[in-house]
């Protein structure tokens, strides 16, 4: 059984910095997955925010691109956001997933809210 859990979520002013974690536990060559960030916003759909392959190669949402950074550690089963000059558009919960070719896993989400 593999767990995705996130963590470092919260509420921040706009200009903030919020760095998220998300480490994989369980039976998962983390390795070999793509991880991604996701976020939905209420009434909103679940949107892509950040990607990273096995290899590290990395995608942004064009919202986000130069103010987020995605990056992995195998070593330590575990992908991190950090988010940089946040907006209160930003604010939604933030989904992490693995996917390795048909198997996909997700997390709980943590909630990142942008307000002064």
């Known amino acids: 059984q593999v767990q995705l859990v996130e963590s470092g979520g919260g509420m921040v002013q706009p200009g903030g910095s919020l760095r998220l974690s998300c480490a994989a536990s369980?039976?998962?060559?983390?390795?070999?997955?793509?991880m991604g960030w996701y976020r939905q916003a209420p009434g909103k759909e679940r949107e892509l925010v950040a990607g990273?392959?096995?290899?590290?190669?990395?995608n942004y949402a064009d919202s986000v691109k130069g103010r987020f950074t995605i990056s992995r550690d195998n070593a330590k089963n575990t992908v991190y956001l950090q988010m940089n000059s946040l907006k209160p558009e930003d604010t939604a919960v933030y989904y992490c997933?693995?996917?390795?070719?048909?198997?996909?896993?997700w997390g709980q989400g943590t909630q990142v809210t942008v307000s002064s």
């Open positions: 369980g039976s998962i060559f983390f390795r070999l997955y793509a």
């Open positions: 997933n693995a996917g390795y070719r048909v198997i996909d896993y």
């Open positions: 990273i392959t096995s290899g590290g190669s990395t």
